[in-house]
Structures are given as C-alpha cells and as structure tokens.
C-alpha cells in the first residue's frame, strides 16, 4: 500500500483529516489507514466515525491496532501510545 | 462475562484505571474490556499498554471496537465516538 494511504492525525482541526480521508477513497483507494499517537488518538476516532457515518457510507473498519512507539533517543525515550485504524470499502 | 470486567476510563488519573484492570485480572478474569468516550479514549489506549507491558504480561490485545454513542435526549443527543478494548489472558 502506497504511503498516499496514511493519513497522520495530530492537532489541526478533526475535519481537516475527515477531508484528507474523503478526498484519499475519492481518488480511488481502497482502505485508507488513519494513524495518532498520544492524545491525538481520540481525535482518529473521531475522523474514522465521521467518515464511515457521514461521507463514505460504505466504509467499514477492517481494523483497528493499539501500540506503544518510544519517541527521542535510544534507552531515553518517551514512551508513547499510538492507534492504526483500517478503513475499506 | 460479568459487568466486573468492564473497565471504565474516564477523567481520573491513568494509573487508577490500570490498577483496576491489574485487580481484575489478579482476581481471576481471563478477560477485561476497557471502554472509554471522547477525549478519555487516548487515555483507555494509554491504561491497556500499561497493562500489557508492564503488569499482566501474558496479557493480549484481543480486540479493538470504535463506535459512536448518542449522549442525551432522543432526537437531540450529542454524538461522542467510543473504544472498546478487549484485553486477554
């Protein structure tokens, strides 16, 4: 899968992302895969939610992955909680 | 499954949910699921980490469910996207 299919959620509006995912499967993909970390994890599932619920109704979550990414140097780093959420139709 | 293996994550502090889960576990359940709304959903992904790597280590990432709830009155209610986690032994 093309890096094209990642949408990265962070701190901007939830619908800037709600567009990015919209205009991905309205250019043709098949699954498109919303990722966060940290407090941003919430706002992914929003975006997913609206998405399937609102703008691309035939979206389903084919997935959804929890895991811990460790941020800065090695042996220092900050650990850090990240979600992967599948979405295809 | 016993309402004693659901977990609620709200607006306390992360360590109080995941000593909860831990108790769960240490109790006998083979199985803990951790649900959350709103912006308390990064804190649920934030305690079933925890748990997992540092406490119950046997403990598996079953499975992950997103959903939206509709909060208040019928026809006038504020949707809120929600986790649940499904941890087990």
Known sequence: MSEDNIIYVGKKDTMDYVMAVVTQFRSGSAEVVIKARGKAISRAVDVAEIVRHRFVREAVVKDVR?????????????????????LAR
């Open 66 to 86: 929890i895991g811990t990414e460790v941020l800065g140097e090695e042996g220092e780093g900050t650990k850090v909680s990240s979600i992967e959420i599948y």
